[in-house]
C-alpha cells in the first residue's frame, strides 16, 4: 500500500463558500505513476475545478487529460501513444511499454542518455523548458547528437503538444549483427 | 453448487444412476466442444481496444532459467543482520536469480556491494540505482562489513562495489580499508574484490590490489562490439582490460578474473576473442553468464544461450589455459566463488 500523502479532502464549510460538494485540494504527492490513488486524483483534479480559480468569473478552461503524441521507432514503424498531461516522457513511455529497447536505464535522475529523443525544430523551440547544463552534459554523450535533441525524462507533456512527432534515435552504429 | 455435491455424493458409491447425473452435469454447459474451441481461438481484448500496443517482443524465459521465489528461515536472517548493519548487498540490488540458493543453508553468504545502493554510471543491463551525486560513504561500512562478514561461516568472501565516480579516488580507499580490517578480524579469510575501472586510474586499482586479497575480479561485461551499448558511455573495453592488466602487474600473486554476459546478440567469434585477450592480460578465472532483463528500462535479452553451449564454452576457456571457467545460465561473477576457486587451487596444486 502507498503510504505517501496524496490529497487532502477540503472542506466545504472552508472560505469559499461554494456547494457543499466536497473537493479533493490538488495537493498530489506521490510520484509514482502506477499508484492507483495517484491516477484517480489527478483525473478528479482535471475535471474538478481548482478552489482558487472557481472565485474568479472566468470559466476554467477544460484541460484534456491525455494527448497523442506519435514516436517514430528505430525500426522507423511510428506509434501513437496517449501521454498524460503532466508525466514526463520517460515514464509515459516505460508505463506504457512503448518498444525502445534499454530506455530510461538511470530510471529518470539525469545520469545517463538512454532516454535521448530528437524534436521537430519547431517543436524543440517551443518546449518551455531549455536545456540546462545538466542536461547538456549527459546529451553530450548520446549517439546521433541532434540540434533538436533533448532527453525525455526532462520534457513534461502539455496539452500544446498534442499531435507532436518525435524521433526515437539509435543508441549505437545501427550495424549490429543479430 | 448443491447439484454438484449431491453429483459427488453419488459417485462415491458408485451409484447406476450417476450415468444419468453426469450427462445432466454435461448439459449445464449449453455450448458445444466445436463451439468452445472456437471461442477460445477467436480474437483476444487486443483485438478490439483502438490503439493497443504491439506488445514488445520478448523472448520468454526458458525452463533453466527458473527460480524459486525465497523466504523465511535463514534467507530472513542474513537480510536482517544486513539490514542492522546498514550493509548493502548486489544480490538485492541487482535482482540475482541465485539469492535463494546463496543466502540459504548453513554456508550462507552473500556479495556485499560496498559505498551505497546507488551507482554513478547507468549501464543498460544493470538495476542498481542510479545517481550523479549518491549519498556520501558510510564511514562504519568498513568496520560493519568486516562484523558481519567474520559472523558467516565460510573462509571465502567476495565484495563488490557500486562505481563511484564523484569520489576522489572512486572509492578505492573505502574498498582497500574494508579489505584490510576483514583480513585484521579474520586472518585466515579469502577475499575476492570485485571492483570498478576507476576510470581506468592506475593509483585507484593499486590501493585496492595493495589492500591484500587473493582475487582482484574486474568484469569486461560484453564482447568489444556492444560495450557502447551495454555498459555506461564511461566504460570502455580497453580500459577494463587495461585495469586487469595493471592489477597483475602491481601483485603478480593475485588471481585476476572477469566475467561476460551472454545472450546480447554476440557472435560466438567475438565470444572467443574477448576471452582470448582476457588470457592475453593475464585473467586466470573465468564466468560466463546467462543475460536477464532485470526490468522494463534495461536491455531485452536477444537469446537464450542453452546450458551445452555454456557447457561447451566452459572446455574452451579450459584449453585457453584459465584456471578456473565458470560457465552456466545462472552463473554469476560470485556465484559459488569460494568453491570454484578452492577447487581449482587443489587442482593446482596437485599439478593437473
Same mark, same amino acid.
Given at each position: 500500500?502507498?503510504?505517501?500523502?496524496?490529497?487532502?479532502?477540503?472542506?466545504?464549510?472552508?472560505?469559499?463558500?461554494?456547494?457543499?460538494?466536497?473537493?479533493?485540494?490538488?495537493?498530489?504527492?506521490?510520484?509514482?505513476?502506477?499508484?492507483?490513488?495517484?491516477?484517480?486524483?489527478?483525473?478528479?483534479?482535471?475535471?474538478?475545478?481548482?478552489?482558487?480559480?472557481a472565485t474568479s468569473s472566468s470559466k476554467q478552461k477544460y484541460q484534456p487529460d491525455f494527448v497523442p503524441i506519435y514516436f517514430i521507432l528505430r525500426d522507423g514503424s511510428k506509434v501513437r501513444v496517449d501521454c498524460r498531461v503532466g508525466d514526463n516522457l520517460l515514464d509515459i513511455i516505460i508505463d506504457q511499454n512503448v518498444d525502445i529497447d534499454g530506455f530510461g536505464a538511470c530510471g529518470g535522475t539525469l545520469s545517463c542518455s538512454t532516454c535521448h529523443l530528437i524534436f521537430d525544430k519547431a517543436n524543440y523551440d517551443s518546449l518551455p523548458n531549455k536545456v540546462t547544463e545538466e542536461e547538456q552534459d549527459m546529451l553530450d554523450m548520446a549517439y546521433e547528437l541532434s540540434d533538436t535533441s533533448r532527453l525525455g525524462c526532462q520534457i513534461v507533456v502539455t496539452p500544446d503538444m498534442q499531435d507532436w512527432v518525435i524521433k526515437v534515435p539509435n543508441d549505437v552504429a545501427d550495424a549490429r549483427i543479430l | 453448487?448443491?447439484?454438484?455435491?449431491?453429483?459427488?455424493?453419488?459417485?462415491?458409491?458408485?451409484?447406476?444412476?450417476?450415468?444419468?447425473?453426469?450427462?445432466?452435469?454435461?448439459?449445464?454447459?449449453?455450448?458445444? @466442444?466445436?463451439?468452445?474451441?472456437?471461442?477460445?481461438?477467436?480474437?483476444?481484448?487486443?483485438?478490439f481496444l483502438p490503439n493497443a500496443q504491439r506488445p514488445p517482443a520478448?523472448?520468454?524465459?526458458?525452463?533453466?532459467?527458473?527460480?524459486?521465489?525465497?523466504?523465511?528461515?535463514?534467507?530472513?536472517?542474513?537480510? $536482517?543482520?544486513?539490514?542492522?548493519?546498514?550493509?548493502?548487498?548486489?544480490?538485492?540490488?541487482?535482482?540475482?536469480?541465485?539469492?535463494?540458493?546463496?543466502?540459504?543453508?548453513?554456508?550462507?553468504?552473500?556479495?556485499?556491494?560496498?559505498?551505497?545502493?546507488?551507482?554513478?554510471?547507468?549501464?543498460?543491463?544493470?538495476?542498481?540505482?542510479?545517481?550523479?551525486?549518491?549519498?556520501?560513504?558510510?564511514?562504519?561500512?568498513?568496520?560493519?562489513?568486516?562484523?558481519?562478514?567474520?559472523?558467516?561461516?565460510? *573462509?571465502?568472501?567476495?565484495?563488490?562495489?557500486?562505481?563511484?565516480?564523484?569520489?576522489?579516488?572512486?572509492?578505492?580507499? *573505502?574498498?582497500?580499508?574494508?579489505?584490510?580490517?576483514?583480513?585484521?578480524?579474520?586472518?585466515?579469510?579469502?577475499?575476492?574484490?570485485?571492483?570498478?575501472?576507476? $576510470?581506468? $586510474?592506475?593509483?585507484?586499482?593499486?590501493?585496492?590490489?595493495?589492500?591484500?586479497?587473493?582475487?582482484?575480479? *574486474?568484469n569486461l561485461e560484453t564482447v568489444e562490439s556492444l560495450q557502447r551499448l551495454v555498459r555506461d558511455p564511461k566504460a570502455t573495453y580497453r580500459q577494463s582490460l587495461d585495469a586487469l592488466s595493471h592489477a597483475k602487474r602491481c601483485r603478480?600473486?593475485?588471481?585476476?578474473?572477469?566475467?561476460?554476459?551472454?545472450?546480447?546478440?554476440?557472435?560466438?567469434?567475438?565470444?572467443?576473442?574477448?576471452?582470448?585477450?582476457? $588470457?592475453?592480460?593475464?585473467?586466470?578465472?573465468?564466468?560466463?553468464?546467462?543475460?536477464? @532483463?532485470?526490468?522494463?528500462?534495461?536491455?531485452?535479452?536477444?537469446d537464450y544461450v542453452t546450458p551445452e553451449a555454456f557447457k561447451s564454452w566452459e572446455e574452451r576457456g579450459k584449453a585457453m589455459g584459465f584456471l578456473y571457467v565458470a560457465s552456466g545460465p545462472l552463473v554469476r561473477s560470485s556465484y559459488k566463488a569460494g568453491e570454484y576457486y578452492l577447487a581449482a587451487v587443489v587442482r593446482q596444486k596437485r599439478g593437473d
Open positions: 500500500n502507498c503510504l505517501r500523502t496524496i490529497g487532502r479532502l477540503v472542506s466545504a464549510t472552508a472560505a469559499s463558500g461554494f456547494s457543499s460538494a466536497p473537493r479533493f485540494a490538488s495537493v498530489v504527492n506521490c510520484r509514482v505513476n502506477q499508484c492507483q490513488r495517484n491516477r484517480w486524483l489527478s483525473t478528479v483534479n482535471m475535471s474538478g475545478n481548482n478552489s482558487a480559480s | 453448487l448443491v447439484n454438484q455435491q449431491r453429483i459427488l455424493a453419488v459417485d462415491a458409491i458408485r451409484c447406476p444412476a450417476t450415468i444419468i447425473l453426469r450427462s445432466r452435469r454435461a448439459s449445464l454447459c449449453s455450448l458445444s @466442444q466445436a463451439q468452445k474451441d472456437r471461442v477460445a481461438g477467436g480474437p483476444g481484448l487486443e483485438d520478448r523472448l520468454r524465459l526458458p525452463d533453466w532459467l527458473k527460480r524459486e521465489i525465497p523466504a523465511g528461515g535463514q534467507f530472513a536472517k542474513m537480510q $536482517r543482520s544486513l539490514r542492522q548493519l546498514k550493509l548493502h548487498t548486489v544480490c538485492e540490488e541487482a535482482r540475482c536469480p541465485n539469492i535463494g540458493e546463496c543466502w540459504s543453508g548453513e554456508a550462507a553468504t552473500a556479495t556485499i556491494m560496498l559505498m551505497g545502493d546507488t551507482c554513478t554510471r547507468a549501464c543498460r543491463f544493470c538495476s542498481v540505482k542510479t545517481s550523479l551525486k549518491p549519498p556520501p560513504l558510510d564511514p562504519m561500512e568498513p568496520a560493519n562489513t568486516a562484523k558481519a562478514v567474520a559472523g558467516w561461516s565460510g *573462509h571465502y568472501v567476495v565484495l563488490t562495489s557500486v562505481d563511484r565516480d564523484d569520489l576522489a579516488d572512486g572509492g578505492a580507499g *573505502h574498498i582497500g580499508a574494508t579489505v584490510s580490517e576483514i583480513l585484521r578480524l579474520r586472518p585466515d579469510m579469502l577475499v575476492e574484490c570485485l571492483v570498478p575501472d576507476f $576510470r581506468g $586510474r592506475p593509483d585507484c586499482m593499486e590501493t585496492v590490489v595493495l589492500s591484500g586479497p587473493q582475487v582482484l575480479a *574486474h603478480p600473486d593475485v588471481v585476476t578474473k572477469s566475467s561476460l554476459m551472454l545472450g546480447l546478440g554476440e557472435t560466438d567469434d567475438e565470444i572467443l576473442k574477448a576471452m582470448e585477450d582476457l $588470457r592475453s592480460v593475464g585473467v586466470e578465472a573465468l564466468t560466463l553468464g546467462q543475460y536477464v @532483463q532485470p526490468t522494463k528500462r534495461h536491455l531485452k535479452v536477444r
